[in-house]
């Protein structure tokens, strides 16, 4: 079956690029991404998926589900983009690649005794698609969730940092900077204090710990004291028990730019927090070994921990059922994620077959797990146990 699947996806291969080039070309933000949904189901609408859109009330949310087998396959799909930079991240990849191993265990589907389940999750780069997807029941049943993410080189144990998404708004008085400042509260200063604290606090934290933000609103004009200023803040560790260390130290950085300047302040939380990647053994490894099987080099396994992917919402899903978010290599001359330069590599050669190699690798877990009797109980023992509870 192995050979039947990569068949498929060189047979959809045409279409699979396509859609990667296309959904590259017109870049969506975090739940507006309106016509990568509509190109995504439409390819899967036409290889007979039965569509959902709309899922657990996100409109840019869907899924795509083919057979009726006991064991669900859950293939996942981002496909928002940055600012301004548009795929710097590569979704239109993981877009593509997840179509494409949906579209090759379709046919397998009844002989394998399996669903396949492709989930079009939004707003991955802010906004926690997944993490809402999952708690309104998108997940229910599904017995693996995969996906990969493109990246310089290919790492399969891929890990991450748990991450909060904090805004912090700090409220004073305006006043003329120069005929009457006494009467002003300035927020921008409260801003100064607060980052200045963060900075200090640096040196301080554990292994692993991350802060870093921009300041979203910083005042009007030179000559109005700012009444009201923003910060805008990731917070970062390794773990979700980490995080919640951090949290606390750097909400004290925050609340002392309020109480050095008499102004007042409220945190407020943008996207649900994302957990740590944790990626089902067993699934690393068979991605691993298929992908050396196709030629692919991954990264040692040794090495795998040293540089964690930033953060994703994928990490949600992994905390709460089988998953794997391995990062797939392509040549971006020495660009990373979040660059310029590496958005326009997500549309070479080497990002097609990123694609379609993708969308093997994923094809092939998918079928080992179907075929391996202990990991298809394991399997559905816990898709069983999850929806008891």
């Given amino acids: 079956m192995i050979d039947e699947t990569d068949s498929g996806v060189h047979r959809a291969a045409p279409e699979l690029l396509a859609l990667s080039h296309s959904i590259h070309s017109e870049p969506e933000l975090s739940f507006e991404e309106h016509r990568s949904v509509a190109k995504l189901t439409d390819l899967l609408a036409a290889h007979d998926f039965e569509i959902e859109r709309g899922v657990a009330d996100l409109p840019t949310a869907f899924t795509a589900t083919f057979g009726s087998g006991d064991l669900v396959i859950g293939i996942c799909a981002e496909y928002d983009a940055l600012p301004e ?30 669903t396949v389940r492709l989930l079009g999750t939004p707003a991955e780069e802010s906004g926690g698609g997944k993490v809402l997807m999952l ?26 940092l ?31 204090v607060a980052q200045v604290a963060v900075g200090l606090l640096r040196q301080h934290l554990s292994p692993g710990q991350q802060l870093h933000g921009i300041v979203g609103d910083g005042g009007l004009a030179p000559n109005i004291v700012p ?26 950085c925050f609340e ?14 943008v996207s649900p927090t994302y957990e740590e990647l944790t990626p089902d053994p067993w699934l690393v490894a068979q991605f691993r070994r298929e992908a050396e099987a196709i030629g692919r080099s991954p990264l040692a396994p040794e090495l795998e921990g040293f540089r964690p992917l930033g953060s994703t919402d994928m990490g949600n899903v992994t905390n709460v059922l089988p998953g794997i978010h391995p990062v797939i290599g392509l040549d971006s001359a020495g660009a990373v994620t979040h660059q310029p330069e590496f958005a326009a590599a997500c549309i070479t050669e080497s990002a097609d077959t990123a694609v379609l190699d993708g969308a093997r690798l994923l094809a092939r877990t998918a079928v080992r797990a179907a075929q391996d009797p202990a990991v298809r109980d394991r399997l559905l023992d816990g898709a069983e146990a999850r929806a008891s509870r």
Avoid: Q
Avoid at 135 to 160: C, K, N, Q, Y
Avoid at 162 to 178: E, F, K, M, N
Avoid at 256 to 262: D, E, H, I, Q
């Fill in 85 to 114: 930079i548009g795929h710097a991240c590569g979704h239109n990849i993981i877009a593509a690649a997840a179509a494409g191993a949906a579209v090759a265990l379709a046919p397998l589907a009844d002989s394998l005794g399996i």
């Fill in 135 to 160: 708690e309104r029941g998108v997940f229910d049943g599904v017995g693996a969730a995969l996906m990969v993410h493109p990246g310089p080189f290919d790492i399969v144990g891929a890990t991450s």
């Fill in 162 to 192: 748990a991450l909060s998404d904090v805004a912090v708004t700090y409220t004073g008085r305006a006043a003329h900077a120069s005929a009457a400042p006494e009467w002003g509260i300035n927020a921008g200063d409260a801003v100064t």
């Fill in 227 to 252: 009444g009201h200023a923003e910060l805008l803040y990731y917070l970062r560790a390794t773990s979700s028990e980490s995080l919640a260390a951090l949290t606390r130290k750097a909400f004290g």
């Fill in 256 to 269: 002392a730019g309020a109480v050095a300047t008499g102004c007042t302040h409220e945190i407020r939380t």
